[in-house]
């Protein structure tokens, strides 16, 4: 749909696997991973970034937060580490980091700056 994040299946598996319960209005966490401190604060995590809201972002807003998201996955700042060790299937293996990357860097890289 128009609303959709990305057309790509494994990018999009990754992300409502690994993503959605804290930066998207879905909000269906399993309730071991509502044991998380961090998940406690999905709130704020909405709030910096909404995947429900992704197809309101402009494309500025969409560049910024892809820079954001590839640099946060190479980094493995995320997901959160409590948050993996409550929902280990939440953890991104090397493939999933790499194809989360290269989806976010592609998708940067076509959109304007300004």
């Not at 994040?5 to 209005?25: N, R």
């Not at 429900?52 to 807003?61: A, D, F, I, L, N």
Request: with cysteine; aromatic share 10%; proline share 7%.
């Amino acid at each position: 749909s128009a609303n959709a994040v990305t057309s790509d299946p494994a990018v999009k598996t990754v992300l409502v696997d690994s993503c959605y319960d804290c930066h998207s209005e879905r909000g269906d966490a399993p309730w071991n991973a509502r044991l998380a401190p961090s998940y406690w604060f999905a709130g704020s995590a909405r709030e910096k970034l909404d995947f429900s809201q992704w197809h309101t972002y402009s494309p500025q807003r969409r560049k910024r937060e892809l820079t954001a998201i590839a640099k946060v996955v190479k980094d493995r700042e995320m997901p959160p580490w409590d948050y993996k060790l409550f929902h280990p299937s939440a953890s991104l293996d090397a493939a999933q980091s790499q194809t989360v990357d290269q989806w976010a860097d592609k998708l940067a890289a076509a959109l304007p700056a300004h």
